[in-house]
Antibody, heavy 123, light 107 residues
Framework: EVQLLESGGGLVQPGGSLRLSCAAS????????MSWVRQAPGKGLEWVSL????????YYADSVKGRFTISRDNSKNTLYLQMNSLRAEDTAIYYC????????????????WGQGTLVTVSS | DIQMTQSPSTLSASVGDRVTITCRAS??????LAWYQQKPGKAPKLLIY???SLESGVPSRFSGSGSGTEFTLTISSLQPDDFATYYC?????????FGQGTKVEIK
């Protein structure tokens, strides 16, 4: 059974940093690209970032480019999101999501999602 | 970035109704479109990919159609479990984008 378990969320002051983790199990983690998607309270889904299966290729939404860094450790089956220079508008539930298709460059849609971790940016 | 616009934003319907949600892209995305269902407090669930392919395990009352810039998600006979918010997502480019969502409410 595929499981994705996010952790690392919490309350942080504007300008602060936070590192999210997503522990994956139930599939061959190193074969799949992974992504972070967020949802502000009462709002819709916003894609944040994606990392390729092997990790060398990363992609970001313009809203987080230069502030967030996605990475993965395939030996630990874990996905990360390092978030720096946090702003109030970064307040959201952050979901990690598994790409549905392995070993392809495109076709980036997601078949499994974690339950999310809440990040609150407030003074 | 490719903008995705869903309509309507909210839809009131009854059990047994046929429901259609529209998603329009700001430029052609071929058939690179997915649909998700999200219930309150839960993660999104994949329903449809490549515009019209049904994800394994998803009831056949859900169907998708369209290509280019206009897409639809249809629920042929609305069931109590289907009251939720639905999102489209384009994956034509590496800058992925979602529609703003359509909430399906009980009439």
């Amino acid at each position: 059974e595929v499981q994705l378990l996010e952790s690392g969320g919490g309350l942080v002051q504007p300008g602060g940093s936070l590192r999210l983790s997503c522990a994956a199990s139930g599939f061959t983690f190193s074969n799949y690209a992974m992504s972070w998607v967020r949802q502000a309270p009462g709002k819709g889904l916003e894609w944040v970032s994606l990392v390729s299966a092997g990790g060398p290729s990363t992609y970001y939404a313009d809203s987080v480019k230069g502030r967030f860094t996605i990475s993965r450790d395939n030996s630990k089956n874990t996905l990360y999101l390092q978030m720096n220079s946090l702003r109030a508008e970064d307040t959201a539930i952050y979901y990690c999501a598994k790409k549905a298709i392995s070993k392809t460059t495109g076709e980036n849609y997601f078949d499994y999602w974690g339950q999310g971790t809440l990040v609150t940016v407030s003074s | 970035d490719i903008q995705m616009t869903q309509s309507p934003s909210t839809l009131s319907a009854s059990v047994g109704d046929r429901v259609t949600i529209t998603c329009r892209a700001s430029q052609s995305i071929n058939s690179w479109l997915a649909w998700y269902q999200q219930k309150p407090g839960k993660a999104p669930k994949l329903l449809i990919y490549k515009a019209s392919s049904l994800e394994s395990g998803v009831p056949s009352r859900f169907s998708g159609s369209g290509s280019g810039t206009e897409f639809t998600l249809t629920i042929s006979s609305l069931q109590p479990d289907d009251f939720a918010t639905y999102y489209c997502q384009q994956y034509d480019s590496f800058s992925l984008t979602f529609g703003q969502g359509t909430k399906v409410e009980i009439k």
